[in-house]
């Protein structure tokens, strides 16, 4: 059985690499091409519009997709009926929360710097409805491990900017480019994902399911609160303080650095949080799934974010163009800090609710709130420099909380992730050092591509000396996965991330 999950694990892992990958490399060139289509000012509006309807779209999910996959539901008929009750649910709170919008969009429009624009609003909040059906059939597909079907789904998805953004913009559409283009992803999504599914919603509902589902999703729906202040309570204040220009710059740095980190943290998020739920009464097999994944992103994560903040200047020109410059600092120091966020606080919250305690997560992000409210409230009184500035280095806070919540409640400490961790840490040091230098000989664009291309050589030169990290990385590969395969299928022994264990243990 542990053999066919750890394959499981692996397998669920390519297809969700290959979406994030394919999503990632188309998702840059389309926002490279908009960046110098589009204004910093257009983005702002965008940006004013998405913090509402972000915040409807994770109040109307309630939780349920989390709920749905953490869930120990073992007949199918009765994994439907809950499916049922979430997608009524999330349905009715979604028609209430789009006719709130349409009632109060001109408030609501002032309140988040974008006066005059209510009817954007309007039509940006359709994508609401459209989420309910999307929302529950992604938690069956990853529930059922079946990332492949995911992966076609989101291959589309991504390829709709290139079809509808980028036309629109070029004859002039402005914001609506971006806006139009977000609903029709949203509807092929929804479209695409029933088609496909064994489940179509049905007229059944039942109290008891979700009084049961609330216990848990009232929780998740707390972190995400949480989660959405944490990303969002800086746009607030900067579009209350200074100008749609500067919010621009704002989200879209932020977006830009999501995206980059996205292909490395967005394949693993899914499967990790459904391989820890699997093993969630299993300490030893948890924790071990909980390091490789730390592992896993470490290795990749922690190289990226260096030299985005070497290079801060040459990435920003290339990704945003010339009139994006005034961004390239906050580009550099949010890329590192996230980078460590991503692998130690996003992490632990999939150990959180994976164990069906997602208070621990509620309390980790509301207590760095508490500490990034005013913090940044302060901060905006100095200047648009000194608030992002901040924004970064309070990562910091949030990261420590993470860390001592996890050796608390699950005995994983930070030393456990420095043992398993440190040629990672070793070879991104003699990377900084290779980077500091080469930044010495020339400042020309095509000399600085040179020499992060000669950094990230020199980075896994240095990493791939480590036989654990060769261990670590074998069953993602396609010899690796075929070992597994074989394995699995003579079902000797141990499972093979349990083998690589003890070999790295013995090490």
């Known amino acids: 059985m542990k053999e066919t999950w750890n394959h499981e694990i692996v397998s669920a892992t390519k297809w969700s690499t290959l979406t994030e990958i394919a999503a990632k490399l188309i998702a840059p060139v389309t926002n490279m091409i908009l960046a110098r289509l589009l204004t910093p000012q257009v983005f702002g509006v965008v940006a004013a519009v998405t913090l509402v309807t972000s915040f409807a779209d994770m109040l109307t999910d309630a939780g349920f997709q989390r709920c749905l996959i953490q869930r120990e539901i073992n007949k199918e008929q009765n994994l439907f009926q809950y499916m049922n009750v979430a997608f009524w649910s999330n349905l009715s709170i979604s028609v209430l929360f789009w006719v709130a919008i349409a009632i109060f969009n001109a408030p ?164 990790a949080y459904s391989a820890l739920s699997k093993f969630q009464n299993d300490g030893e097999k948890f924790k071990q799934i909980f390091l490789n994944f730390q592992l896993i992103l470490s290795l990749f994560m922690l190289p990226i974010g260096i030299l985005v903040l070497l290079y801060r200047d040459t990435v920003t020109f290339i990704l945003l163009g010339s009139q994006w410059a005034e961004a390239a600092e906050f580009l550099g120091l949010y890329c590192i800090m996230s980078a460590f966020m991503h692998i130690f606080c996003d992490m632990s919250l999939e150990a959180f609710r994976a164990k069906g305690q997602p208070k621990l997560g509620v309390f980790s992000v509301f207590f760095y709130l508490a500490v990034l409210f005013p913090l940044l409230r302060y901060s905006a009184n100095f200047g648009f420099t000194v608030l992002y500035r901040a924004t970064a280095y309070s990562l910091s806070v949030y990261i420590l909380v993470c860390v001592f919540l996890l050796q608390k409640q699950f005995r994983i400490s930070l030393l456990d992730f420095l043992r398993k961790c440190y040629p990672v840490l070793l070879s991104s040091a003699v990377m900084t050092v290779a980077g500091l230098l080469l930044k010495q000989g020339n400042s020309g664009l095509l000399w600085n591509v040179v020499s992060v291309c000669f950094c990230g050589l020199i980075y896994f030169a240095s990493v791939l000396c480590f036989p654990q990290i060769r261990k670590a990385t074998e069953p993602y590969l396609p010899k690796g996965r075929k070992q597994a395969k074989s394995k699995t299928r003579r079902g000797t022994g141990a499972s093979y991330i349990e083998k690589s264990e003890k070999r790295d243990g013995a090490l």
């Not at 989101?154 to 079809?163: Q, Y």
């Not at 039942?206 to 800086?234: C, Q, T, Y």
Request: charged residues 10%.
């Open 108 to 271: 609501i429009a002032n309140q988040v710097g974008c006066p005059g624009l209510g009817h954007v609003l309007i039509v940006a909040s359709t994508v609401l409805i459209l989420t309910s059906f999307s929302s529950i059939q992604m938690a069956y597909y990853k529930r059922k491990f079946d990332f492949k079907t995911l992966f076609f789904v989101r291959i589309v998805g991504v390829c709709v900017p290139l079809f509808f953004t980028i036309p629109l913009a070029l004859l002039g559409f402005g914001y609506w480019s971006l806006i139009i283009a977000s609903i029709c992803q949203e509807l092929l999504n929804a479209i695409l994902l029933t088609v496909k599914s064994k489940w179509k919603p049905s007229f059944f509902y039942r109290f008891g399911i979700l009084k049961e589902m609330l216990g848990f999703s009232l929780w998740a729906l707390l972190e995400s609160v949480g989660k959405w202040l944490k990303d969002n309570i800086a746009v607030l204040i900067v579009g209350s303080t200074f100008s749609v220009y500067y919010l621009g710059l704002y989200k879209t740095s932020i977006l830009t650095i999501v995206g980059i980190m996205g292909l490395i943290y967005s394949p693993f998020v899914p499967v």
